[in-house]
């Protein structure tokens, strides 16, 4: 059940409403984490940017849970699924497993030179300026898997592959 925390949120899932409301055709797709190595806003860039401009440890929750999915395999993903043309609904697309943002930090950090130690946990509650989210996010993603016909990837494994 979706309880969504932030105007943002909110906004979100008012907007899923009406487009499944205008057809009953229509596809929501929803998504988790979603970065690219192309985009400049995107978690991992923003975290190599910091580790970059300081010597200092980098700051990362460690009580926020979800699947950091790269926006290429996406991609990928969406193209079969329209041509699959499944009947219309809500669908969850995003890599498999569970990881906290520290530790996805820290394989962000490993991955481009920086050692794990420049990463420090902390928790939500410390960032005043944060939209409110839930702690941990797990989308089920069988009926995409069902339509695509394979399992989707695993978020470690996409992310060496990707990033």
């Given at each position: 059940?979706?309880?969504?925390?932030?105007?943002?949120?909110?906004?979100?899932?008012?907007?899923?409403?009406?487009?499944?409301?205008?057809?009953?055709?229509?596809?929501?797709?929803?998504?988790?984490?979603?970065?690219?190595?192309?985009?400049?806003?995107?978690?991992p860039y923003r975290l190599v940017e910091r580790l970059r401009a300081t010597s200092d440890a980098v700051p990362v929750v460690t009580d926020l849970w979800g699947q950091p999915t790269p926006a290429e395999l996406l991609a990928r993903w969406i193209l079969e699924f329209v041509f699959?043309?499944?009947?219309?609904?809500?669908?969850?697309?995003?890599?498999?497993?569970?990881?906290?943002?520290?530790?996805?930090?820290?394989?962000?950090?490993?991955?481009?030179?920086?050692?794990?130690?420049?990463?420090?946990?902390?928790?939500?509650?410390?960032?005043?300026?944060?939209?409110?989210?839930?702690?941990?996010?797990?989308?089920?993603?069988?009926?995409?898997?069902?339509?695509?016909?394979?399992?989707?990837?695993?978020?470690?494994?996409?992310?060496?592959?990707?990033?």
């Open positions: 059940m979706c309880n969504p925390l932030s105007q943002y949120a909110q906004s979100k899932h008012a907007g899923e409403g009406a487009v499944l409301g205008a057809s009953e055709y229509n596809w929501v797709l929803r998504t988790s984490w979603l970065y690219s190595k192309k985009g400049s806003t995107n978690f699959r043309q499944p009947p219309g609904g809500i669908f969850h697309a995003a890599c498999s497993g569970l990881v906290s943002k520290h530790d996805w930090g820290v394989a962000v950090a490993r991955r481009h030179g920086f050692s794990s130690g420049r990463i420090s946990g902390t928790l939500q509650a410390c960032f005043s300026n944060l939209a409110p989210r839930p702690p941990s996010v797990e989308l089920n993603c069988s009926k995409i898997e069902l339509i695509l016909g394979e399992k989707l990837k695993s978020w470690d494994l996409a992310f060496r592959e990707f990033s």
